[in-house]
């Protein structure tokens, strides 16, 4: 039996993937000082550039899943796989916020870490549960039946936070039905702490954060159908600028709101990531630009390595209490960049200092062949 052939692959898939990793590490490590406004999130409704960050990571999974959904593979295979690699991404997400798995108390003393207040939810976790629901779907469903799934995905999340929230608790933050549901199912102690009871990676979320991920893979596919061409730059742009229009006009009806992954939202950040991924392939596949393309595809072949690391060494990093209530990555940022440029400028200067010591992590595994699989 003679195997189909390989999709042909897409450098700008890779360096998608890259850039969404690497702004990711920028937003999250932000220094001392009060950062740019469009690196911040947005408090509840509205929109910024750092709220495009963790949506266009589910795209680019989604990208991957299309090229890696083409091999033939036996159903049972495929459902051991998806199955073992959702729950070791879980896994992994559980571990790192349960790091350093000890406590630094007022006194100076340590203790261990108690399961009781470690977070369950989270970004590595929420990447899971739909990687596992998007893959299950596209497995099983044509691109045009998936797509009525991902509407049929993002109506759900609208329809149980309109039905089952209380009056007019359905777009609020503490009394909303996916809140809910969560103080129920997993408990406070078990949230994000920051938001007093409110986790932007609920639950209830995972439904249209799915849809982010289906729409990565209907991009993958209608890439690999219509080839490295013009023409795919201008429909990949016409689709983003419809969707990004539709949810625009949305916005006064449902809201525009990351934190709670409304419909608006997903319309609008898939609608910049097929612009911004039209963009990518016209400039690297279509014209041959070169510029920035081995450190982009770099660390988009070990994005989830990265993501650990500069995770994992920035709370490392701040166990070094310089003096009290004063970690060193704070000290630093305080002492060196905001000398340096203070306010926002010194906050993004450290942010982008400690990113490129990530992506020199990055850079060491790919010069040995180490990518970090599960």
């Not at 310089?322 to 340096?340: A, C, K, N």
Request: aromatic share 12%; with cysteine.
């Amino acid at each position: 039996m003679i195997a189909p052939p390989r999709p042909e692959r897409f450098a700008s898939l890779d360096m998608f993937r890259g850039a969404t990793i690497f702004l990711m590490i920028v937003v999250n490590t932000a220094g001392a000082g009060q950062p740019f406004t469009q690196l911040v999130h947005a408090p509840w409704i509205g929109f910024t550039l750092a709220d495009l960050v963790y949506p266009s990571f589910l795209f680019a999974v989604g990208n991957a899943m299309s090229f890696a959904l083409t091999r033939p593979m036996p159903d049972g295979v495929f459902l051991r796989r998806i199955f073992k690699r959702a729950a070791l991404i879980f896994l992994l997400g559980f571990l790192m916020y349960w790091y350093p798995f000890v406590t630094h108390a007022a006194d100076g003393t340590w203790s261990v870490k108690p399961f009781a207040q470690t977070r369950v939810t989270g970004v590595l976790q929420r990447i899971a549960l739909c990687y596992l629901l998007a893959g299950l779907l596209a497995r099983y469903l044509s691109p045009r039946w998936l797509l009525v799934a991902a509407v049929a995905l993002v109506g759900a999340h609208w329809a149980i936070l309109a039905g089952f929230s209380p009056p007019g608790e359905a777009f609020g933050r503490y009394r909303n039905a996916g809140t809910l549901l969560d103080l129920w199912l997993i408990g406070p102690e078990h949230l994000y702490r920051k938001d007093h009871g409110f986790d932007p990676e609920g639950l209830l979320g995972t439904l249209p954060a799915t849809a982010n991920v289906i729409a990565g893979y209907l991009a993958g596919v209608a890439i690999q159908r219509w080839g490295k061409h013009a023409a795919t730059v201008v429909r990949m742009a016409a689709i983003g600028a419809g969707l990004v229009i539709a949810a625009v006009l949305l916005a006064p009806v449902l809201p525009i709101a990351k934190k709670l992954w409304t419909g608006p939202f997903v319309l609008l950040t898939v609608g910049l990531d097929m612009i911004l991924l039209g963009g990518v392939i016209g400039a690297v596949e279509v014209k041959g630009a070169r510029i920035g393309r081995a450190f982009l595809q770099m660390l988009g072949r070990n994005p989830l390595a990265i993501y650990l690391f500069s995770e994992l060494l920035v709370v490392t990093i701040e166990l070094i209490h310089v003096r009290p209530g004063v970690g060193l990555y704070r000290w630093i940022g305080e002492t060196w960049f905001q000398t340096l440029a203070p306010g926002p400028v010194g906050s993004l200067l450290c942010a982008l200092a400690y990113t490129l010591v990530c992506c020199w992590f990055g850079r060491a595994l790919d010069r040995r062949g180490i990518i970090l699989k599960v």
